[in-house]
C-alpha cells in the first residue's frame, strides 16, 4: 500500500496517519487507524486533542519505526478512516457510538488500531472485537489500574460480559493502588517486577500466558515514564523509558493481535510534542507488529 507522497501534501489537505490514504468508508482492508476524540478519563482534560496530534507527529515519519526490515505498508493493507464523531454533549452515549462504527468496521476489515482520545471508550473497542473473535486474550499498558473498585473499570466489565478471557489478561506497567487484574485472574506485571524480569523476560510471560489466543493490544502513554510522556491525563512517575516500552512491544508480533489502541493523549499538557511523538512511534510499533504476525500466520 503505497502512502500519499510528501509532494502531493499540502498545508490544507487532511492529515492522515503516517500519511496513509484517507478511505472513510473502508471494506477489506487489513487494518484501519480510527480517531477517537473524547475526552472523559484523566485528571488533565484535552484527550479530544489527541488523534489529531499524534497524526500531526506521524506526518514526518517515513516508515513505522527504524530498523524493522520489510516495509510494513507493503505487507499490510492500511488505511486511515478518519475520525469517529465524538462530542462533548454526548457523554451517556460515548461507548455506544464507537461500538456501532467498530462493528461495522470489524464487519468488512480485519482489524483496527484506535487512537484516542479516553481511555474510556475501551470497553466498546472490546464489545466490537468479541462480536468477531469470541472472549479475547487483553494486554493492557497502563500506569493506572483503574481497578480498585469494580464500577466504572472497563476490565470488570468485560469480564462480567464475557468480552475477555480472565486467564489472558496481562496489565503490564502499574504502578498505583488497586487489585482488579489479580482479583479476576488476570495476571500484573507492575514497574517493579517488569524491571526484575527485563523487556526480555516480560515479553516471554506474555508469550507464554496469551500464546495464540486472538489478542486486543491496548496502550495507554502514562504507562510510560512522564519523563518520556509528561502530556497524559495521569502524570505517574517511576514508568517504563521509550526504549522499553517500544522493545517490549515487539512480542506484539508473535502473537495473534485483532485490534489496538493507543489512548490517553492530552497535547495541551506538553507543549513540546514529545508525548504525540511517542504515541505516533508507537502506533508505528504496532502496525508493523501485525503485519509480522499476519506473516507468520500464513
Not at 26 to 41: Q, W
Not at 106 to 115: D, P, T
Not at 213 to 221: F, G
Not at 239 to 254: A, M, N, P, Q
Request: one cysteine or more.
Amino acid at each position: 500500500m503505497e502512502r500519499i507522497p510528501s509532494p502531493a501534501r499540502s498545508c490544507a489537505r487532511t492529515l492522515t496517519f503516517m500519511r496513509l490514504p484517507l478511505d472513510l468508508d473502508p471494506t477489506a482492508r487489513d487494518l484501519v487507524v480510527l480517531g477517537v476524540p473524547y475526552d472523559e478519563s484523566g485528571w488533565f482534560p484535552g484527550n479530544r486533542l489527541g488523534p489529531g496530534a499524534v497524526r500531526s507527529a506521524s506526518a514526518v515519519a517515513h516508515v513505522p519505526g527504524a530498523d524493522r526490515g520489510p516495509g510494513t505498508f507493503d505487507l499490510v493493507d492500511c488505511v486511515d478512516g478518519g475520525d469517529l464523531d465524538l462530542t462533548p454533549w454526548i457523554s451517556g452515549a460515548a461507548p455506544e457510538v464507537p461500538y456501532k462504527r467498530l462493528s461495522h468496521l470489524l464487519a468488512g476489515n480485519a482489524a483496527v488500531l484506535l487512537l484516542g482520545g479516553s481511555r474510556s471508550l475501551t470497553l466498546a473497542a472490546l464489545r466490537a472485537v468479541a462480536e468477531i473473535h469470541g472472549p479475547v486474550a487483553l494486554l493492557h499498558l497502563a500506569a493506572d489500574p483503574a481497578g480498585a473498585h469494580p464500577q466504572g473499570d472497563f476490565l470488570y466489565q468485560a469480564i462480567d460480559e464475557c468480552l475477555v478471557d480472565p486467564a489472558a489478561v496481562v496489565r503490564i506497567g502499574l504502578r498505583g493502588a488497586g487489585d482488579s487484574g489479580h482479583a479476576q485472574g488476570g495476571l500484573m506485571l507492575d514497574v517493579g517486577r517488569f524491571g526484575r524480569l527485563g523487556v526480555r523476560g516480560a515479553a516471554d510471560v506474555v508469550r507464554h500466558r496469551i500464546a495464540r489466543r486472538p489478542v486486543y493490544v491496548s496502550v495507554a502513554v502514562d504507562v510510560a515514564d512522564p519523563a518520556f510522556a509528561p502530556g497524559t491525563g495521569i502524570r505517574v512517575p517511576g514508568g517504563l523509558t521509550s526504549r522499553e516500552l517500544l522493545g517490549f512491544l515487539r512480542c506484539v508480533g508473535d502473537l495473534c493481535p485483532v485490534g489496538f489502541e493507543v489512548t490517553g493523549m492530552s497535547p495541551p499538557q506538553d507543549r513540546s510534542g514529545i508525548t504525540t511523538a511517542l504515541a505516533s512511534e508507537i502506533g508505528g510499533e504496532l502496525i508493523h507488529q501485525y503485519a509480522r504476525a499476519q506473516r507468520i500466520l500464513m
